[in-house]
């Protein structure tokens, strides 16, 4: 069966520094997604991508996160420069098509700002 | 957004059936009913989704009455693997990427 992968499974960086979380949706799936979580606290939604732009961003999503589908298969999520509070982990989500609410969500990338 | 109200939590034993209830007494025309799953440090899973009446697929089956202010999950014979979160999300279909807005969920245990 078909999944959606993530690299790195725990990224470790210090305050202040880029960080790059990598996913591979499912091959022929339109629409991704960026999902974060904080340890014991509920699935926040902070950006879908379709069609090679934004179609939607919530508040979390600020200037220092950015999106990419570089090269048709990965879909990366970069954060310019990390604070504590970025802690948290990253979740990637592919959809097939735009008619239901089936998303296929990723491992997730632990992300520790120190 | 219609708001969702479920149970904090629910303890079960092996091979019961559980139901769990989701009440969105704001649900709007256009709003559809999903439920995902959610285990420990991994991704949510995507159970089942539904507009009225009842659906059914390998996992589940969600009962939706004529009303649609309420819905409830219902999972046959549980496991000890069926310990998870629960979640029911309500939102309308946008055609454009649907995001999903989690709530805090039900925690599920299931003992021997």
Not at chain 1, 40 to 49: D, P
Not at chain 1, 86 to 96: G, I, K, R, W
Not at chain 2, 31 to 53: C, E, L, V
Not at chain 2, 71 to 93: F, I, K, M, Q
Request: net charge negative; with cysteine; proline share 4%.
């Amino acid at each position: 069966e078909p999944e959606v992968t993530q690299t790195p499974s725990h990224q470790v960086t210090q305050m202040g520094q880029e960080v790059i979380l990598r996913c591979v949706p499912i091959s022929n799936h339109l629409y991704f997604y960026w999902y974060r979580q904080i340890l014991g606290q509920k699935v926040e939604f902070l950006v879908s991508f379709y069609n090679n732009e934004i179609s939607e961003k919530s508040e979390i999503f600020d200037d220092q996160f950015s999106v990419e589908r570089p090269d048709g298969s990965n879909f990366t999520l970069k954060i310019r420069s990390t604070k504590l509070e970025d802690s948290a982990m990253y979740f990637c989500a592919s959809q097939l098509a735009g008619d239901s609410y089936e998303q296929y969500f990723g491992p997730g990338t632990r992300l520790t700002v120190t | 957004l219609a708001k969702t109200t479920q149970p904090i939590s629910m303890d079960s034993y092996e091979g019961q059936e559980v139901n769990i209830t989701c009440s969105h007494n704001n649900i709007a025309t256009n709003d559809y009913i999903t439920w995902y799953q959610q285990f420990p440090s991994q991704g949510p899973r995507f159970i089942i989704q539904g507009y009225k009446t009842k659906v059914t697929n390998e996992v589940a089956s969600l009962f939706i009455p004529a009303d649609r202010k309420s819905s409830t999950l219902s999972l046959p014979r549980v496991s000890l693997s069926d310990t998870a979160v629960y979640y029911c999300l309500v939102g309308a279909l946008t055609g454009g990427g649907n995001k999903l807005t989690f709530g805090t969920g039900t925690q599920l245990k299931v003992e021997l």
